[in-house]
């Protein structure tokens, strides 16, 4: 079974950390990235921009872009899509186009601004079954 990790931390602290101090954050962490990868158990890893960078997209039709990437508390993040674009616009587009497909979902778009690629995984081998009702299509 796959997780997804997702790294919390306060946006004013990592800001003010020095430019050596992050380096040094990320060399001790690159250590545990390169041993997961070794090891064949990490794929994707991305740090993400600033919040204040981010736009989320909600609301009915092509829905409506607004700052921030504040969900709903009655929302969880569920997923998460890695997309090259040339500009936020063209990501917000992109976020558009799974609307139609999920027209009830809210779309956090943000930056990465560090991609480390990692390990490639086979599939999932209980796909979608604890996030989807078993008679579910797919």
Known sequence: MLYAILAYHEEEVVRAWTEDEDHALMDDLMSVHDRMVDEGRLGPAARL??????VTL?????????????AETKEALLGFY????????????????????NPTS?????????????????????????????????
């Open 82 to 101: 890695v997309l090259e674009a040339s500009t936020l616009e063209e990501a917000v587009e992109a976020a558009r186009g799974l609307r139609v497909a």
């Open 106 to 138: 809210v779309y956090e778009i943000r930056p990465v601004v560090l991609y480390v690629p990692g390990a490639a995984f086979p599939l999932t081998d209980n796909g979608l079954g604890d996030v989807r009702p078993q008679d579910s299509p797919r």
């Open 58 to 70: 909600r609301g009915p039709g092509r829905g409506v872009v607004t700052d921030g990437p504040f």
């Open 49 to 54: 921009g600033a919040t204040a960078r981010a």
